[in-house]
């Protein structure tokens, strides 16, 4: 049996995937997290640590920030220093405080997104401007002329996501060089996540982190990583913002204050072994997701009234649902047995997000009680 077809039952550990439906006929396939164990050797070093008994203040050691560097290097040919290294507890705490520390009285964002790219800068009381995503060669992707003219000369940040969330875009090198040259052109400073960048389903895609692109992008951006979609283990709290410019690092510091102080002491034993020792899992699982993103395009193809984009990265599948002339897609489909995600949170509604990062068997029920309702939908 494949290692993640494993049934690892979720519903006594008090996670928010399965627990949001507790009681009831409903399979979770909203938030992101997988149903998969975590990579044995990761729960190894963990019972480790646990086993020393001891968890007083502890800080990131050269061990840890030297695993980042290297699983960086290795995978995206990108050279980071140590000193580039800011430790959060989360991507979004990250994507928070850019907001706050870079000077700007607008932020630009590509929509639909993920909504903590709207709620960032609102927590920071800077007005948002909203650049719509755009349907090209079957691919969502950004009209890099309607980009530009969105631009304000108060706007200095830009948030990105790359691969991009919801959609699965990776975006090609051709693509974040227009980026890179429209920001430097704009004077604007960019905020990249790239929480999903290990996990590229697509053989031909290829994750660049765009601050790699040259010096002077590299200057103003702050890119922000972590192993906790990667590796499942979102629940202890591990990420890192690489800021290569020392003023930026400065400020992005300074308005952390005393607010955070870093990771925890079980998320470093994990991001440690995570980044060092994962690397064959890590195929595997992008083998076995592969395969259920199959699943799921062919699911679609079935059905006329909805749409899926060629989708490069991540376990999430963004799908159009406007020809069913739902009401409410969400309510819908949960009715009948099947919890996604709404697209009215990232910005519309027509559309809704399944999580395929579960076993085969789950996933295909999950697709059957859709089928289920849509069938009977199709005949009215």
């Known amino acids: 049996m494949n290692l993640f077809d494993t049934n690892v039952d979720r519903t006594a550990s008090h996670c928010e995937k399965w627990d949001k439906y507790k009681g009831q006929d409903v399979i979770p396939m909203w938030v992101a997290d997988m149903d998969f164990k975590s990579p044995q050797c990761i729960i190894d070093a963990l019972h480790a640590r646990v086993e020393h008994g001891v968890f007083g203040y502890t800080s990131v050691n050269d061990e840890t920030n030297n695993a980042v560097i290297d699983f960086v290097k290795r995978h995206y040919d990108w050279k980071i220093e140590p000193e580039w290294i800011v430790w959060l507890p989360g991507v979004v705490s990250g994507m928070n405080i850019a907001c706050k520390a870079i000077e700007t009285e607008e932020i630009i964002v590509t929509t639909p997104v993920y909504p903590h790219f709207i709620k ?73 996540d790239e929480i999903h960048a290990d996990l590229i389903l697509n053989p031909t895609a290829r994750h660049i982190p765009i601050a790699s692109l040259n010096e002077e992008i590299a200057k103003r951006s702050i890119t922000l990583l972590a192993p906790s979609k990667t590796f499942n283990m979102a629940g202890l709290q591990s990420s890192i913002a690489v800021i290569p410019d020392s003023h930026v690092r400065d400020n992005f510091k300074h308005t952390i204050g005393n607010m955070s102080s870093g990771i925890n002491v079980l998320a470093i034993t994990a991001t440690r072994v995570a980044y060092t020792s994962c690397d064959a899992w890590l195929e595997k699982l992008k083998e076995y997701l592969r395969e259920n993103l199959e699943l799921v395009q062919a699911f679609v193809k079935k059905y006329p009234k909805l749409k899926l984009l060629s989708q490069d990265a991540t376990f999430l599948a963004w799908i159009d649902v406007s020809q069913l002339k739902l009401e409410n897609p969400y309510e819908f489909f949960l009715d009948n047995g099947v919890g996604l995600t709404s697209g009215e949170g990232f910005g519309d509604k027509n559309f809704v997000r399944l999580n395929f990062g579960t076993r085969k068997e789950l996933l295909k029920e999950g697709l059957a009680r859709m089928a289920k309702v849509l069938d009977t939908h199709e005949l009215r």
Not at 161 to 184: A, H, M, Q, R
């Open 120 to 192: 960032a800068p609102q927590n920071a009381n800077k007005p948002v401007i909203k650049v719509p995503m755009r349907e090209k060669d079957n691919r969502w992707t950004i009209d890099f002329d309607e980009f530009e003219s969105m631009i304000t000369p108060t706007c200095k940040l830009f948030m990105f996501c790359n691969p991009y969330n919801p959609g699965g875009t990776v975006f090609t090198k051709e693509e974040l060089e227009k980026i890179s040259d429209i920001c430097i052109k704009h004077d604007l400073f960019i905020c990249s």
